[in-house]
């Protein structure tokens, strides 16, 4: 990748709960699992994902790309899913 970088071009990635940290974010396996429930491929990202995700805003492929906020979250965010409501919701 010879991505020549911009200094003006920004990105982030914006993960949702990736496998591994599921279980540190998400101790409780009820929890857990209703939180997979509001994602609409119904499984957290792999590191794997996040990675060519990221790898893929460094490339000369994103060029024209600036100033994004790169959600990976399986749909989540498009599906209006509030988390954060339902861990409350199941306490």
Known sequence: MGATQDPHQRHRPGTGAHR????????????EE???RTIPLRRF???EE???AAAYLLSDYAAY???EAFVI???QW??????WGRIKQMK
């Open 45 to 47: 990202a792999t590191l």
């Open 50 to 52: 996040v990675a060519n």
């Open 34 to 36: 209703g939180i997979r």
């Open 20 to 31: 591994r940290a599921s279980a540190r974010l998400f101790p409780d396996p009820a929890i």
């Open 73 to 75: 979250d399986g749909g």
């Open 78 to 83: 498009l599906s209006g899913a509030d988390y």
């Open 65 to 67: 790309v600036t100033g």
